[in-house]
Protein backbone atom coordinates (compact mmCIF):
# COMPACT_ATOMS: atom_id res chain seq x y z
CA UNK A 1 0.00 0.00 0.00
CA UNK A 2 0.74 3.86 -0.90
CA UNK A 3 0.67 6.34 1.67
CA UNK A 4 -2.17 8.19 0.17
CA UNK A 5 -4.42 5.23 0.16
CA UNK A 6 -5.19 5.84 3.99
CA UNK A 7 -6.92 9.13 3.73
CA UNK A 8 -9.03 7.47 0.79
CA UNK A 9 -9.47 4.59 2.99
CA UNK A 10 -10.79 6.27 5.47
CA UNK A 11 -13.19 8.58 3.84
CA UNK A 12 -14.66 4.94 2.64
CA UNK A 13 -14.97 3.82 6.36
CA UNK A 14 -16.58 6.52 6.85
CA UNK A 15 -19.09 6.05 4.21
CA UNK A 16 -19.39 2.74 5.13
CA UNK A 17 -20.15 3.24 8.62
CA UNK A 18 -22.48 6.04 8.14
CA UNK A 19 -24.56 3.60 5.47
CA UNK A 20 -24.60 1.06 7.90
CA UNK A 21 -26.06 3.34 10.54
CA UNK A 22 -28.74 4.47 8.01
CA UNK A 23 -29.61 1.74 5.71
CA UNK A 24 -27.31 -0.94 5.88
CA UNK A 25 -24.51 -2.69 3.18
CA UNK A 26 -22.00 0.18 3.74
CA UNK A 27 -18.97 -2.78 2.66
CA UNK A 28 -19.76 -2.76 -0.70
CA UNK A 29 -18.22 0.85 -0.34
CA UNK A 30 -15.15 -0.23 1.43
CA UNK A 31 -14.27 -3.76 0.66
CA UNK A 32 -13.67 -3.41 -3.12
CA UNK A 33 -11.76 -0.37 -2.41
CA UNK A 34 -9.28 -2.01 0.00
CA UNK A 35 -9.10 -4.65 -2.97
CA UNK A 36 -8.18 -1.65 -5.16
CA UNK A 37 -5.54 -0.25 -2.42
CA UNK A 38 -3.93 -3.47 -3.29
CA UNK A 39 -4.63 -5.45 0.44
CA UNK A 40 -4.77 -9.55 -0.49
CA UNK A 41 -8.88 -10.24 -0.73
CA UNK A 42 -8.59 -12.30 2.36
CA UNK A 43 -6.55 -9.95 4.95
CA UNK A 44 -9.36 -7.39 3.27
CA UNK A 45 -12.23 -9.13 3.99
CA UNK A 46 -10.84 -9.95 7.72
CA UNK A 47 -9.59 -6.25 8.28
CA UNK A 48 -12.56 -4.91 6.47
CA UNK A 49 -14.56 -6.62 9.54
CA UNK A 50 -12.43 -5.30 12.44
CA UNK A 51 -12.58 -2.21 11.06
CA UNK A 52 -16.55 -1.93 11.24
CA UNK A 53 -17.30 -3.89 14.01
CA UNK A 54 -17.29 -1.29 16.52
CA UNK A 55 -20.44 0.12 14.65
CA UNK A 56 -22.00 -3.30 15.65
CA UNK A 57 -21.17 -2.49 19.42
CA UNK A 58 -22.51 1.32 19.53
CA UNK A 59 -25.79 0.08 17.36
CA UNK A 60 -26.28 -2.54 20.45
CA UNK A 61 -25.99 -0.28 23.08
CA UNK A 62 -28.42 2.48 21.11
CA UNK A 63 -30.68 -0.12 21.32
CA UNK A 64 -30.52 -1.88 24.68
CA UNK A 65 -33.67 -1.33 26.25
CA UNK A 66 -35.14 -3.28 23.05
CA UNK A 67 -32.41 -5.71 23.40
CA UNK A 68 -33.96 -6.85 27.13
CA UNK A 69 -36.96 -7.27 25.89
CA UNK A 70 -35.79 -10.36 23.55
CA UNK A 71 -33.46 -12.00 26.12
CA UNK A 72 -34.67 -15.51 25.81
CA UNK A 73 -34.79 -15.26 22.28
CA UNK A 74 -30.93 -13.60 21.88
CA UNK A 75 -30.30 -16.59 24.44
CA UNK A 76 -31.03 -19.19 21.92
CA UNK A 77 -29.77 -17.81 18.72
CA UNK A 78 -26.56 -16.93 20.43
CA UNK A 79 -25.21 -20.03 20.10
CA UNK A 80 -25.64 -20.69 16.96
CA UNK A 81 -24.32 -17.45 15.56
CA UNK A 82 -21.29 -17.96 17.83
CA UNK A 83 -20.86 -21.57 16.05
CA UNK A 84 -21.65 -20.29 12.60
CA UNK A 85 -19.30 -17.21 12.55
CA UNK A 86 -16.21 -18.82 14.18
CA UNK A 87 -17.00 -22.13 11.27
CA UNK A 88 -17.55 -19.15 8.52
CA UNK A 89 -13.63 -18.15 10.01
CA UNK A 90 -11.91 -20.93 9.32
CA UNK A 91 -13.65 -21.18 6.10
CA UNK A 92 -12.30 -18.23 4.71
CA UNK A 93 -8.35 -18.68 6.01
CA UNK A 94 -8.73 -22.11 4.16
CA UNK A 95 -9.58 -20.25 1.15
CA UNK A 96 -6.70 -19.90 -1.21
CA UNK A 97 -5.97 -16.09 -1.96
CA UNK A 98 -6.87 -16.37 -5.69
CA UNK A 99 -9.75 -18.63 -4.92
CA UNK A 100 -11.75 -15.95 -2.52
CA UNK A 101 -10.27 -13.04 -5.08
CA UNK A 102 -12.64 -14.74 -8.42
CA UNK A 103 -15.55 -15.47 -5.66
CA UNK A 104 -15.33 -11.22 -4.89
CA UNK A 105 -17.11 -9.66 -7.39
CA UNK A 106 -19.79 -12.14 -7.27
CA UNK A 107 -20.16 -11.63 -3.31
CA UNK A 108 -20.00 -7.91 -3.57
CA UNK A 109 -23.07 -8.09 -5.85
CA UNK A 110 -25.09 -10.58 -3.25
CA UNK A 111 -24.78 -7.98 -0.93
CA UNK A 112 -25.54 -5.44 -3.45
CA UNK A 113 -28.86 -7.29 -4.60
CA UNK A 114 -29.59 -7.47 -0.78
CA UNK A 115 -29.41 -3.98 0.00
CA UNK A 116 -32.20 -3.59 -2.89
CA UNK A 117 -34.09 -6.13 -2.00
CA UNK A 118 -34.17 -5.28 1.62
CA UNK A 119 -37.64 -3.86 1.71
CA UNK A 120 -39.11 -6.64 0.58
CA UNK A 121 -37.14 -9.06 3.43
CA UNK A 122 -37.83 -7.00 6.85
CA UNK A 123 -41.35 -6.96 5.19
CA UNK A 124 -41.76 -11.05 5.61
CA UNK A 125 -42.60 -10.43 9.20
CA UNK A 126 -46.16 -10.60 8.20
CA UNK A 127 -46.58 -13.29 6.75
CA UNK A 128 -44.52 -15.22 9.42
CA UNK A 129 -47.29 -13.73 12.22
CA UNK A 130 -50.00 -15.01 10.51
CA UNK A 131 -48.32 -18.65 10.53
CA UNK A 132 -47.05 -18.33 14.18
CA UNK A 133 -44.33 -20.62 15.44
CA UNK A 134 -44.49 -24.42 15.25
CA UNK A 135 -41.43 -26.51 16.21
CA UNK A 136 -40.57 -27.10 12.98
CA UNK A 137 -40.07 -23.35 12.24
CA UNK A 138 -38.11 -22.81 15.27
CA UNK A 139 -36.07 -25.55 14.25
CA UNK A 140 -36.09 -23.59 10.85
CA UNK A 141 -35.12 -20.56 12.26
CA UNK A 142 -32.23 -21.63 13.97
CA UNK A 143 -30.63 -23.82 10.65
CA UNK A 144 -31.21 -20.56 8.97
CA UNK A 145 -29.64 -18.50 11.81
CA UNK A 146 -26.63 -20.91 12.05
CA UNK A 147 -26.32 -21.01 7.99
CA UNK A 148 -26.49 -17.24 7.79
CA UNK A 149 -23.98 -16.85 10.54
CA UNK A 150 -21.29 -18.96 8.53
CA UNK A 151 -21.96 -16.58 5.85
CA UNK A 152 -21.32 -13.61 8.06
CA UNK A 153 -17.68 -14.89 9.49
CA UNK A 154 -16.75 -15.97 6.08
CA UNK A 155 -17.97 -12.76 4.51
CA UNK A 156 -20.09 -10.66 6.19
CA UNK A 157 -21.09 -8.11 3.63
CA UNK A 158 -24.88 -7.56 4.07
CA UNK A 159 -24.66 -9.56 7.18
CA UNK A 160 -27.49 -7.47 8.50
CA UNK A 161 -30.31 -6.98 6.03
CA UNK A 162 -30.12 -11.00 5.88
CA UNK A 163 -30.10 -11.10 9.92
CA UNK A 164 -33.35 -8.71 9.78
CA UNK A 165 -34.94 -10.51 6.59
CA UNK A 166 -34.55 -13.62 9.40
CA UNK A 167 -35.80 -12.13 12.31
CA UNK A 168 -39.17 -11.09 10.22
CA UNK A 169 -39.67 -14.67 9.44
CA UNK A 170 -39.35 -15.51 13.45
CA UNK A 171 -42.17 -13.24 13.70
CA UNK A 172 -40.60 -9.75 14.96
CA UNK A 173 -42.65 -6.75 14.43
CA UNK A 174 -40.84 -4.10 16.53
CA UNK A 175 -38.51 -2.20 13.73
CA UNK A 176 -36.16 -1.13 17.02
CA UNK A 177 -36.50 -4.63 19.01
CA UNK A 178 -35.37 -6.23 15.28
CA UNK A 179 -32.42 -3.82 14.80
CA UNK A 180 -31.68 -4.25 18.33
CA UNK A 181 -31.07 -8.34 18.25
CA UNK A 182 -29.18 -7.91 14.42
CA UNK A 183 -26.85 -5.52 16.61
CA UNK A 184 -26.32 -8.23 18.97
CA UNK A 185 -26.18 -11.09 16.97
CA UNK A 186 -23.89 -9.30 14.34
CA UNK A 187 -21.59 -8.32 17.17
CA UNK A 188 -21.37 -11.84 18.20
CA UNK A 189 -20.84 -13.20 14.79
CA UNK A 190 -17.90 -11.37 13.96
CA UNK A 191 -16.46 -11.16 17.46
CA UNK A 192 -15.43 -14.69 17.27
CA UNK A 193 -14.96 -14.58 13.69
CA UNK A 194 -12.41 -11.48 14.39
CA UNK A 195 -10.62 -13.46 17.46
CA UNK A 196 -9.83 -16.24 14.86
CA UNK A 197 -8.25 -14.07 11.89
CA UNK A 198 -6.77 -12.50 14.93
CA UNK A 199 -5.24 -15.03 16.03
CA UNK A 200 -3.92 -15.93 12.65
CA UNK A 201 -2.56 -12.48 11.73
CA UNK A 202 -4.69 -12.24 9.11
CA UNK A 203 -5.52 -8.92 10.36
CA UNK A 204 -3.92 -5.60 8.92
CA UNK A 205 -4.09 -3.56 11.89
CA UNK A 206 -2.65 0.07 10.85
CA UNK A 207 -5.35 -0.15 8.05
CA UNK A 208 -8.13 -1.36 10.34
CA UNK A 209 -7.41 1.27 12.99
CA UNK A 210 -7.68 4.31 10.22
CA UNK A 211 -10.39 2.63 8.92
CA UNK A 212 -12.58 1.79 12.23
CA UNK A 213 -12.39 5.56 13.31
CA UNK A 214 -13.18 6.45 9.98
CA UNK A 215 -16.62 4.47 10.66
CA UNK A 216 -16.85 5.40 13.88
CA UNK A 217 -17.56 9.60 12.93
CA UNK A 218 -19.25 8.35 9.76
CA UNK A 219 -21.74 6.33 12.03
CA UNK A 220 -22.24 9.24 14.56
CA UNK A 221 -21.91 12.22 11.52
CA UNK A 222 -25.11 9.93 10.08
CA UNK A 223 -27.46 10.46 12.92
CA UNK A 224 -27.63 13.93 11.83
CA UNK A 225 -28.11 13.44 8.49
CA UNK A 226 -30.31 10.57 8.58
CA UNK A 227 -33.03 13.45 9.95
CA UNK A 228 -32.65 15.34 6.27
CA UNK A 229 -32.36 12.43 3.78
CA UNK A 230 -34.08 9.48 2.90
CA UNK A 231 -33.23 5.60 4.12
CA UNK A 232 -34.62 4.86 0.41
CA UNK A 233 -32.62 7.86 -1.37
CA UNK A 234 -29.47 6.42 0.54
CA UNK A 235 -30.29 2.76 -0.47
CA UNK A 236 -30.86 3.16 -4.18
CA UNK A 237 -27.32 5.13 -4.20
CA UNK A 238 -25.45 2.24 -2.20
CA UNK A 239 -26.84 -0.30 -5.11
CA UNK A 240 -26.07 1.75 -7.70
CA UNK A 241 -22.14 2.55 -5.95
CA UNK A 242 -22.61 -1.41 -5.44
CA UNK A 243 -23.22 -2.73 -9.38
CA UNK A 244 -20.30 -0.23 -10.21
CA UNK A 245 -18.31 -1.88 -7.42
CA UNK A 246 -18.73 -5.67 -8.68
CA UNK A 247 -18.39 -4.75 -12.05
CA UNK A 248 -15.08 -2.59 -11.26
CA UNK A 249 -13.65 -6.06 -9.74
CA UNK A 250 -14.86 -8.09 -12.58
CA UNK A 251 -12.86 -5.55 -14.93
CA UNK A 252 -9.81 -5.61 -12.15
CA UNK A 253 -9.72 -9.83 -12.34
CA UNK A 254 -10.50 -10.47 -16.05
CA UNK A 255 -8.93 -7.29 -17.58
Partial sequence: MEAWHYPILFVAAFLAGGVNSIAGGGSVISFPLMLWSGIPPVIANATNNMALFPGYL?????????????DKVLLLFL?????????GAILLLQTPSRAFETVAPFLVLFATLLVAAQRWLTGLKEKAVARGRTKGWWVG???????????????????????????????????????????????????????YFAANGAIRWPVGLVMAAGASFGGYASARVARRVREEVVRRAVVLIGLGMSASLLVRLYL
Avoid: C, W
Avoid at 79 to 87: F, Q, S, T
Avoid at 151 to 176: C, E, Q, S
Fill in 79 to 87: GPAVAGGAL
Fill in 58 to 70: SSANGYRDEIRTA
Fill in 141 to 195: ALVADFVLSIYGGYFGVGLGILLLGVLGLMGFTNLHQMNGVKAILSAAIVAVALV
